[in-house]
Structure formats: C-alpha cells, structure tokens
C-alpha cells in the first residue's frame, strides 16, 4: 500500500499498530523511536523484510529531517511521546518538549508533502471534564496540566498546519488503552502484574474513581480502517471504549481472572492528575468498526494468556485466537 512513518513505534501503541502493518507485504513501515519507554523487542519479526528502524529524537529537527529526506513516507503516524502519569507530573520540562516533536512532524509532513498525518492525542485534553461522555467536537476542552496541553496545543498545530498548507490530518483522542505490551506504569498491566506475584493490587484511594479501557485490537483495527478505507479527514475522532469500571472493581477482577491470592490495598489518591470520571462518546469509532469492544474481562484473560505463555520473551502485540490476528488475509478483507 504505502511507505508509513511511525514516531513512538517502538512504544505499546505505536508498535502494536507496526506489527499490523507489516503483515501486509505490500506496505513498508519506517519505525523512529529514542527509546525512552519503547523496547527494541516490540520490533516486527526480523524475517519480515518491509520496516526499518531508526533510534532518532523527533524532537531534534535535524536528525527527523534526515529520516524525511531518506525514507519519503507517505503517511505519518505520530505517536512519540513522554507518557506515563507519574513520568509526565515529574517530568515536565520534559514533556514540554514535545510541542517541538510535533512542529517538526508537522513541517516535514508539508515540506514532503505527506498524504495524511495521523496524531496521537490523548482523553487528558478533556481535563475534569464538562460533560460526559466526552464528545470529539462539543465538549470543551480543559487541559491544564502539561501533558494535556501539549497534546492540545499539538492538535492545534496540526489544525493549522491544514489550514495554512492544506496538509491533511486526523487526530486520535485516545481514551486508556491497554494490552499485552503495555508497561506496568499503566494500571491494568500493573494490576496483572501484582496479581500473578502475589503481591498487594494497590488501589489510589478512593477507589470509586472509574475509567474506561479500550483493548489494543479495537484500537488498531480502528486506525487501520481509517487509514485503508480513507475515513475522518481533517477531524478528529476518539478511540476508546465506553464501559465504566471502578479502579476497586478492576482489582477484583483481575484478582479472580488470576486466580491470585494477593490482597487489594487502598494506597494514598494521588496529589495532582487525578480525574474522577472519563467515558468517551464512541458513536463515531463504532460507526467505523462496526462490531462489538473485547469486554474488559476477556481482555484480561488474554493479556494474562499472551504473558504467562511468551514469559522472558519478546510480547506479541495481539493475542491469538479468539481475537483476529491481523495477517494479510485479513488486512485485504477490511481495504
Ligand atoms: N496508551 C494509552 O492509553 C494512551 C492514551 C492516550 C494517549 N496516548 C498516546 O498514544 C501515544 C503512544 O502511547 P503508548 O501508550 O504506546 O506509550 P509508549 O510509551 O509505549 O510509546 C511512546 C513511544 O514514544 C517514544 N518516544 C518518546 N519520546 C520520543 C521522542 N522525542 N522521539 C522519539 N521517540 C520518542 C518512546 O520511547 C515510546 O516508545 C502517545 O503519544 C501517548 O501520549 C496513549
């Protein structure tokens, strides 16, 4: 299909989407990432011939030009970023950074004439929300914290940047994603994690505080059908999944799908960053995918699946059967 750009793509998301893309021989996958969260086991299988990696900061505008000049893609994911609740709060000059990653994307994606970037943003753009569910054109947004308002201004610059040069984008406002390659910075993994050790699922109080959790598939296949079938130009859509969950009830879930004998301990709510509440409007996402969200548990069995069965090795970004592996087969029948 096309010379695809992927910023992060040594990340959870970002090679989770690299692994779906390679399957399909007929695109070739330009992978950038420093590092900083992304592993070089999440790279694509080493038989594959179709993706390269390059250890590159986007934020440097020289090293990404170079990958710009070399590789000529065609479409831009753009998905590098400082992540992580904690890593962002501790972090953020750092984080702050990132504004210079996304005008370096952006320009280069002029410059080469780049047939559409695809960013990721975040549900942090919400802030406290107004309003729920949260929905892509009307609810306002409040982000106030530095994460959140780079990934605002990052939207901005990209909105800009369509409308001064005509470069065509779409912004993904992620809700939580979680799957078999995210770090246990992120609850989910974490909870597993602390489940299968035995050790204590520790909860930030108070505990009744809900969030909603998108399963990696959903999100990809999302993003692959726009992509293919050409969807959501120069807008915005969010990716998640609207079922409620509260942060007690997810423990003791992840406690009886382990089977583990760990108790679940309500630990201090955090200082700063913490939204009570966050459930996505997905009319537009469920338009796009037309059919059923991996419920929340089955998600969990599968992650427990996937870990249990690769320990020590490198984590599959899709667990096998009964989800859609995404081969080629596959990718032909959703074009
Ligand atoms: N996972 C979620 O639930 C979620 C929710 C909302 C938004 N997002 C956004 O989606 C994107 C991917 O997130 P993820 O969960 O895969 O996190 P991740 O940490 O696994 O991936 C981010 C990747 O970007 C890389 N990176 C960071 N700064 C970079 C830089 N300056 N140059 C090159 N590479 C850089 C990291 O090494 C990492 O591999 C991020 O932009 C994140 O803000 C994710």
Redesign the pocket.
């Known amino acids: 299909m096309a010379r695809i750009l992927i910023?992060?793509?040594?990340?959870?998301?970002?090679?989770?989407l690299a692994e779906a893309l390679v399957a399909d021989q007929s695109n070739f996958v330009i992978i950038?990432?420093?590092?900083?969260?992304?592993?070089l086991e999440?790279l694509p299988s080493p038989d594959l011939n179709n993706w390269v990696f390059e250890q590159?900061?986007?934020?440097?505008f020289k090293s990404i030009e170079k990958i710009f000049n070399k590789y000529e893609p065609e479409y831009v994911f753009?998905?590098?970023?400082?992540?992580?609740v904690e890593r962002t709060l501790n972090n953020p000059l750092m984080v702050l950074?990132?504004i210079e990653?996304s005008k370096n994307i952006a320009k280069l994606s002029v410059s080469h004439k780049v047939k559409r970037i695809f960013f990721?943003?975040?549900?942090?753009v919400y802030g406290n929300p107004f309003e729920v569910p949260q929905k892509e054109e009307t609810t306002p947004i409040n982000a106030r914290l530095p994460?959140a308002a780079v990934?605002n201004i990052s939207e901005v610059i990209l909105k800009t940047y369509g409308q001064e040069f005509g470069l065509p984008y779409t912004i993904?406002?992620?809700?939580?994603?979680?799957g078999p390659?995210?770090?246990s910075?992120?609850v989910i993994s974490r909870f597993i994690k602390q489940a299968l050790s035995g050790k204590p699922i520790t909860v930030h109080g108070p505990g009744t505080q809900t969030r909603t959790f998108?399963f990696i598939s959903d999100t990809v296949e999302t993003i692959l059908k726009i992509l293919y079938n050409d969807l959501r130009l120069n807008t915005t859509i969010n990716i998640g999944n609207n079922e409620e969950v509260s942060m007690l009830k997810l423990a003791e879930m992840t406690k009886a799908i382990t089977g583990s004998k760990s108790r679940i301990e309500i630990i201090p709510p955090r200082e700063e960053g913490e939204i009570l509440r966050r459930k996505p409007d997905i009319s537009k996402m469920l338009s796009i995918l037309r059919r059923p969200l991996v419920k929340l548990e089955d998600g969990i069995a599968a992650i427990v699946k996937v870990w249990t069965e690769h320990r020590g090795k490198g984590i599959p970004a899709f667990p096998q059967s009964p989800y859609k592996l995404f081969n080629s087969v596959y990718l032909s029948h959703i074009k």
């Open positions: 910023t992060g793509g040594a990340g959870f998301i970002g090679s989770s950038v990432d420093n590092l900083l969260t992304g592993k999440n590159v900061d986007v934020n440097d753009h998905f590098a970023a400082v992540v992580g950074e990132d990653g990721a943003s975040s549900s942090e994460y990934k993904f406002r992620f809700f939580n994603t979680y390659r995210q770090s910075d992120f998108c």
